[in-house]
DNA sequence: CGGCGGATTGAGCGGCTTCAAAAAGCGTGG
DNA sequence: CCACGCTTTTTGAAGCCGCTCAATCCGCCG
């Protein structure tokens, strides 16, 4: 259940046109490590990956580096474009990928002529949000195997999908040195841990694949849980975020509760 | 520049009494530690602090807990109710803390009423997210001094702003308990470096205040930026907002470009 | 073949944890 | 007002997990 599709799905076939069409006319591409966006910078374009990873960073003064999430092909990165006036991260091509990059008019025009993309932006960051949380949970409180294997497990289901359908493969693009720089852990030290996963439940990591033979092991390991990725919310949830884009056209105090109102005490206020 | 300041200053007045209004209407009382929200139940109200702290965290099966976030009074503390089907996390009071909680039928009202609330919602989710990648990188980079001092230095900001305007006083409502719980370290180690800053920047932490004389110093040590807290640029970034609630009533293909759009390329596709 | 990025291995150390117990605050009720 | 129980802070000693600093090995590509 590609991240790609439940976006696609959640738009009508127009907005769908429209969208790839946007995509396709902005892609760029970039080079392994190669920055896409620096922190503070003055946002520009709105970034949508369309092959390969993306990483969000942060760095110290002294340069020690924190990976802060990782982004795979359909995902928007960041809604930077429409809120801040600097960027308080920067952005990376985890291997070289092709992202799009759709320039602000082209953004506030998709964004007037397709009513559902707005909801979907929102439902996409707060996911993200979501994601982010549990990276936390990680880093504070999970030891070196337990982080490991809740992130091969974490890029497994969602590029596989949970319950998964088989053979226990999926793409992997980052090295022993960028699973050091998203869970807080040391290169050698995270060579050693996937040694132990390697171990105890099978699991392959090479150049550009990850093989999880049994996945219920490693699940076991890193207690991983797929609540937080919201799987299969994705309809239900941007029909619940609806209220927030609803057109008000009643100017405020225009007069008494329309008859929908009826139910709500807040009628007491106007 | 307290939250709750910035808040309002971006709604109209007729907005302001009526969030205020709602806000009075369904305030709940919570003692110390008490649960408002529990991880996997169904988001029924919209929480916004009215006075104390509140915390966000999320536990493991075997108890390990991590505070994900603290919410100072003005704040929302989340959309869960317009977005997911389950909360992927829990919330409870720091201390004893005043909460209102606005029911759905409220909440859409309101949403209803007032065209600016939810440009506001999600500005204010957004600064939430990139308060959360800043505790990500103390988590996975910064050591035990320079995780509790950057925590002190955020709290100290977001209730002063920047620059101080004097004293070097402030609310501080954390136990080294809770300080343990939202930097991943120890209560035992929590409490060596509180004495440690208490030696070397004179770091005052009394029950329910801090004391920093000297800011700088606990910056320095901290290496911390205020950046990220994205203060002063909330009116900006809430017209930066807008384009994604602009409402559209132009039908999908219902015709040629409108007069705005003709600077965009993306007319081509119509 | 040499160069290079990435993975692997080893030895030693230190930051933080763990476990345990004592001291200090703080609210409550007698 | 003091005594009591509770939470919170403080202190000590021992041990481990993960870090640091190398050096080596491996696969890939020019």
């Not at 970039?30 to 990873?53: A, F």
């Not at 002294?62 to 990976?67: K, M």
């Not at 493969?169 to 390697?198: K, M, P, S, Y």
């Not at 090479?206 to 849980?225: D, K, T």
Request: proline content about 6%; aromatic content about 8%; hydrophobic content about 40%.
């Amino acid at each position: 259940m590609p991240f790609r599709e439940i976006l696609n799905r959640l738009m009508t076939p127009g907005e769908r046109v429209l969208w790839e069409a946007c995509l396709a006319r902005s892609a760029c591409e970039y080079r392994k490590g190669e920055d896409m966006v620096r922190e503070g910078e003055h946002p520009r374009v709105l970034h949508v990956v369309l092959s390969g990873w993306v990483q969000k960073y942060k760095q110290l003064p002294d340069g020690r580096r924190q990976i802060l999430a990782i982004y795979m092909p359909g995902q928007l990165c960041d809604l930077d474009l429409f809120t801040v006036e600097r960027s308080d991260h920067s952005l990376a091509a985890v291997r070289a990928a092709s992202v799009a990059e759709i320039s602000r008019s082209d953004a506030c025009s998709l964004l007037r002529r397709c009513p559902n993309i707005p909801q979907i932006f929102c439902w996409s960051e707060l996911v993200a949000a979501a994601v982010q949380r549990e990276w936390m949970i990680s880093l504070g409180q999970r030891n070196a195997l337990e982080r490991v294997a809740h992130l091969l497990c974490e890029i497994y289901v969602r590029q596989r999908g949970v319950p998964d359908p088989g053979d226990g493969e999926c793409d992997f693009f980052l090295t022993q040195w960028q699973i050091a720089e998203a869970t807080g852990l040391t290169q050698v030290h995270v060579n050693r841990t996937v040694q132990e996963l390697r171990r105890r439940c099978g699991v392959e990591l090479g150049q550009l694949r990850l093989r999880v033979p049994h996945f219920a092991e490693l699940a076991a390991i890193a207690a991983f849980s797929p609540n937080y990725l919201h799987f299969g919310e994705a309809g239900a949830g941007v029909d619940r975020v609806a209220p927030l884009f609803e057109t008000s056209d009643m100017p405020m105090f225009a007069g008494l509760p329309s008859e929908r109102d009826r139910a709500s005490p807040l009628q007491l206020l106007s």
